[in-house]
């Protein structure tokens, strides 16, 4: 499963981690400067307000001084000191209005011994009592307060000489009084009173705790609003404290003077976040660029086109793309060999089937367009396969190979191709006729009468030629190609080594080759062959010796049909194999109820010995009908020799050893049949009926037989011979010393129950004896 990321493209991905990483770092940045900044106004507004608090002290001393001269002043006055002794309160009074405007303070009074209060004491008339005697020490000022509001009172003595009274002046810590103090601050403060309350402070909206430090600067926030603020404690009467001053310094104006540097921060801030933006896209985009690039050049080759990519740098991913160009270019070259081995046969590097097909279509189609003709020649090496076996694989490449070569030479480099196995085409174009391919295939057969050379080695190689004309007998490749097959078919039967035009004579066998095919199976399948058994006898004295069991196919529509017609058709299909075993077990079967001297042969083709388990087969077929083995006779022809002698002499030795008895049938009409005497040494000769036929006339053919029967004879086996029609023949083959005879002349093939009656006879007419 492929994780789908946010950002699906890689740039885009690029961009935000670049973008992101910067800005973090410039974030960090500012909230380290913005830090800094906070610190160090802090710490210059701290320094200012302590300054400012200092500065405080001494006006708050000043204030005393002046308030204190102006009282000590009246004190000492004769005429005051003379009122207050005499208790003129009308002289005190006007003395004390005049201090007050003096000492711009809006209260004054006496308290003379007694405790009298002469003249107003504002806000802390209540309180005056207290300062009889000497309440405060040796201070001549202190901050009282009473209720919410605090004063300063200052007094002075009235010394006549001993103390007479005591003059107080009130001032109350009011808002004028404190904007008084604010005014002539360097800095803008704010100044306000705060009235003692349990361990803390408060003022008309506030309470501090009694942890809030005294003549240190600390963080005050009240009402929304930070500021810088100092705690000054004012000194009460005696040891009490009632009221403290509190400086602020609000932390928007402390802060003013940075703010320009911290929006100028905020502001370059902002462009170095646009200029990262842009950066970092521009960086994504350029290392994101070659590899879109690549991806672009992939797609393309995924679709079959040839691609490379630019290689622009030295980097990764300048490496992946000189890879991805080695890449692109490996594949390309990959499938161009992939083609030709796919229209090419790896051993003779012509042209294979399915280019063959390919190209004679094209053939066929140009060929159309111009009314031209083309001539397809269809070629199969004759006995290939005992090359094989005999010499070697890699002596039948090494054939196949020049085979190959000669043919792509004796064309004029026309179209040559490899079917596979020994099967080789050539397509001639261009005006092709009847005389034009008869001219090359002659060359063809000239040329391989010779031996090739292979590895140093002389190799006969025969060759079958079949050849179709196109438009004259087919108008598709495939029909074309079928015919081809066909001509070469009968070139085969022919005798090979020849080539053979095709004739719509030989498409009517092949359909009728086909049409046996489809009808045999059925047969097989519902039991519908029959045997027949002619009665081979002996010569002097015409007794049976042996039946040989012939097939006969009884078809519903055609009648009977030749095994001649059949049994070719089952070889081809293989057919043969399930067939034969059917007759061995019948006729073993059928024999079994015979007089025990009377033989059964049959008839096996080469390819139920191809067979695995044919002798399995004999065996079952003696075991079940419980014929002796003795008395089974299997009749082979030479063609199984083609084969390749040492195996089919191995099974045959095995047969022999189970006691069944071997004759070569239709001798005389085969290859080299002497040579395979020598092989195996059969228990009967059967000679072929051409030369019977001839005997009583042709000198020549009499001569061929006795010579058979003379080597036979020498080798010490039994001779039959076949087709005996006429006793001029059996005469002959009599004189000339023939063991056995069939034909005819004594019995046709007959059923079973036909031959049963035979042997009736036989014994009846007494030329049959009991063994
Ligand atoms: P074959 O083995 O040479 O069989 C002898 C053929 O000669 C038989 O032909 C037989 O009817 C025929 N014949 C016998 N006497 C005379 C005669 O006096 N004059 C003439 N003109 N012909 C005579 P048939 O039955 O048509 O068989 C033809 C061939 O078919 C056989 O030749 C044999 O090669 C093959 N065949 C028959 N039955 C079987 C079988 O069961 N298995 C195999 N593999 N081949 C069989
Ligand atoms: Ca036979
Ligand atoms: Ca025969």
């Not at 009490?240 to 001053?245: F, V």
Request: net charge neutral; charged share 25%; hydrophobic share 45%.
């Amino acid at each position: 499963m492929i994780r789908r990321p946010r950002f699906n493209s890689l740039r885009a991905r690029l961009t935000v981690l670049y973008a992101g990483l910067f800005s973090a770092g410039l974030l960090a940045l500012a909230i380290v400067a913005q830090g800094m900044i906070e610190r160090s106004a802090r710490q210059t507004a701290a320094d200012a307000l302590a300054a400012s608090g200092s500065v405080y002290d001494r006006l708050w001393q000043e204030r005393e001084r002046s308030l204190v001269g102006a009282a000590d002043i009246l004190a000492r006055d004769f005429g005051f000191r003379s009122a207050v002794a005499s208790g003129d309160a009308a002289t005190i009074v006007s003395a004390l209005a005049s201090l007050r405007t003096r000492a711009d303070a809006p209260y004054a009074v006496l308290i003379d011994m007694n405790g009298r209060v002469i003249g107003d004491a504002g806000p802390v008339s209540g309180k005056l009592a207290a300062m009889q005697g000497n309440a405060l020490g040796d201070r001549r000022d202190a901050v009282v307060a009473v209720g919410r509001r605090a004063s300063r009172i200052v007094t002075a003595p009235v010394l006549a000489p001993l103390e007479i009274g005591r003059i107080v002046l009130i001032v109350p810590l009011d808002a004028q009084e404190m904007r008084g103090l604010e005014r002539l601050s360097s800095i803008p403060l704010t100044a306000s009173i705060l009235i003692r309350q349990g361990p803390g402070w408060m003022d008309r909206d506030r309470t501090f705790g009694a942890t809030t430090p005294a003549d240190r600067v600390f963080t005050l926030s009240s009402a929304g609003e930070q500021s810088f603020a100092m705690l000054k404690p004012l000194h009460g009467m005696g040891a009490r404290t009632e009221a403290a001053l509190l400086l602020a310094y609000p932390m928007d104006r402390a802060m003013a003077p940075y703010r320009s540097i911290q929006i100028g921060l905020v502001a370059a801030g902002l462009v170095w976040l646009t200029l990262i933006g842009i950066g970092s896209a521009r960086l994504a985009r350029s290392i994101a660029r070659p590899v879109t690039a690549l991806d672009r050049a992939a797609r393309r080759l995924a679709e079959g086109e040839r691609t490379e990519v630019v290689v622009e740098t030295a980097d990764e991913i300048g490496r992946l793309s000189a890879s991805f160009n080695l890449m692109s270019q490996g594949i390309v070259e990959r499938e161009e060999r992939i083609a030709h081995l796919a229209f090419h046969d790896v051993l003779t590097n012509l042209p294979n089937r399915a280019f063959f097909r390919q190209s004679l279509d094209q053939e066929i189609a140009r060929a159309a367009r111009n009314g031209e003709a083309l001539a397809l020649l269809y070629m199969d090496l004759d006995g290939f396969k005992v090359v094989n076996d005999a010499l070697g694989h890699p002596v039948g490449d090494g054939l196949l190979r020049a085979v190959g070569q000669r043919l792509l030479e004796l064309s004029d480099n026309a179209f040559v191709a490899r079917l596979g196995g020994d099967e080789f085409v050539i397509i001639i174009g261009e005006a092709a006729d009847h005389s034009s391919s008869r001219r090359l295939a002659h060359s063809i057969l000239d040329v391989f009468a010779n031996p090739v050379m292979v590895d140093g080695r002389e190799v006969t190689a025969g060759i079958s030629i079949g050849i179709s004309l196109f438009p004259e007998d087919a108008r598709t490749g495939e029909a074309l190609v079928r015919n081809a097959d066909l001509a070469l078919y009968r070139a085969k039967q022919d005798g090979r080594g020849v080539y053979r035009f095709f004739e719509q004579a030989l498409d009517q066998q092949a359909r009728r080759r086909r049409q046996i095919e489809a009808d045999l199976r059925s047969a097989i399948r519902t039991g519908g062959l029959e045997l027949r058994f002619q009665p081979i006898v002996g010569t002097s004295d015409t007794s049976i010796r042996c039946f040989e069991a012939l097939l006969r196919w009884p078809h519903p529509i055609d009648g009977y049909i030749s095994p001649v017609d059949f049994i070719p058709v089952a070889e081809e299909t293989g057919l043969i194999v399930p067939l034969g075993e059917w007759v061995i077990h019948e006729a073993c079967r059928v024999a079994a109820a015979w007089p025990t001297n009377i033989r059964v042969a049959v008839n096996v083709s080469p390819l139920q010995f191809r067979a695995p388990g044919f002798q399995a087969i004999v065996l079952q077929a003696l075991a079940r009908s419980g014929l002796s083995p003795s008395r089974l006779e299997i009749e082979i022809t030479e063609s199984v020799f083609l084969d390749g002698v040492d195996t089919v002499t191995d099974i045959l030795h095995q047969l022999r050893s189970l006691g069944v008895r071997i004759a070569l049938d239709d001798f005389g009409t085969g290859y080299s049949s002497l040579s395979y005497l020598r092989s195996f040494p059969f228990d009967k000769l059967k000679i072929d009926r051409s030369f019977v036929i001839n005997i009583a006339d042709d000198p020549n053919a009499g001569a061929i037989v006795k010579a058979i029967l003379d080597l036979a004879s020498a080798l010490q086996m039994e001779t039959t011979a076949e087709g005996v029609e006429s006793l001029e023949q059996q005469a002959e083959l009599q004189s000339r010393g023939c063991d056995t005879l069939q034909g005819f002349l004594f019995s046709r093939p007959v059923d079973a129950k036909a031959a049963g009656e035979l042997i009736e006879q036989c014994y009846q007419q007494g030329r049959c004896r009991a063994a």
